[in-house]
């Protein structure tokens, strides 16, 4: 599992933006040693953000021939980049939220966060205490504890920098605030309850075409849907009543609607014929004018 790769620095504004850029000229501009000079950034801040482009699936790291480290756009990231590049969409940073809690690595609190912890109210100590305890027994190795207080810290950050700022900025704004997902009041972390509109249809949509074809099943349940770990009750934190409404919604799509049918009580959604990224595409060719 990973704790601490992001060097205490959450996701800022446009970063992805500033390193998808950079990449798609050199696969190895992490390792420039101006790399820092030409993004803009701090060093630490280039090891953070070559953290966040891998944990977000924008980019993929290889091994080459000579066995360094390359960087190659992934689909995803080169439909952001081309549609979304400025993370204005709700649906883009609910994506990226998912590609961060949907798996144990490489971002291990966010898994624990949205997937493990039960509470939906809990404050920041106590959130600490019970990730330390967590990892202590589903890890082999020991972890730093400061290095897990910079994971929590981070994770906050990563949903609340910004929202409150007079006058945000680029340097502190989170593109992922939007999402409204947590929040944090007088010491309090707040695990908040995905609303349709806020996480958006497409994200939505995304995630259960992601299942589809990570899983390769044409169909799912709405028990899988609301309870099983990387789904939307999980890491959107959606109640079951608002999972069925998102369902009813993505029923009357007018290219890849979903079904319903009922089989030995269950209530099970046939999937449409399309691939995540190619659904994305057909989407966000329709968003191009409001990206402008």
Known sequence: ?????????????????????????????????SAFEKIGLGKNMVQSLRFWTVAT???EETINQDRKKTYSITEFGEVLYKYDRYIQLNDS?????????REKEPSTVWYWFFNILSSSVITKDELLEQFINWVKVNEEKS???KSLKRDIDCLINFYTAGQSADDPEEVIQSPINKVNLLDEKKGNIYKLTGDIESVGTIAL?????????????????????SNKIGLWGNVFNMN???VIDALNKLTKHPVYPISFSRTNNLDTIKLPNVTPIDFLKYEYKKKVEILV
């Open 1 to 33: 599992m990973g704790y601490g790769q992001h060097q205490s620095f959450y996701l800022r504004d446009r970063w992805l933006n500033k390193a998808i850029k950079h990449l798609i000229d050199d696969n190895r501009f992490f390792y420039d040693k």
């Open 57 to 59: 699936k924008v980019v």
């Open 93 to 101: 940073a609910s994506i990226i939220h998912y590609h961060l809690a």
């Open 143 to 145: 972890v730093s504890e």
């Open 205 to 225: 949509m995304y995630v259960l075409l992601d299942f589809k074809e990570r899983e390769q099943t044409n169909s799912i349940t709405v028990e899988e849907i």
């Open 240 to 242: 079951r009543s608002s």
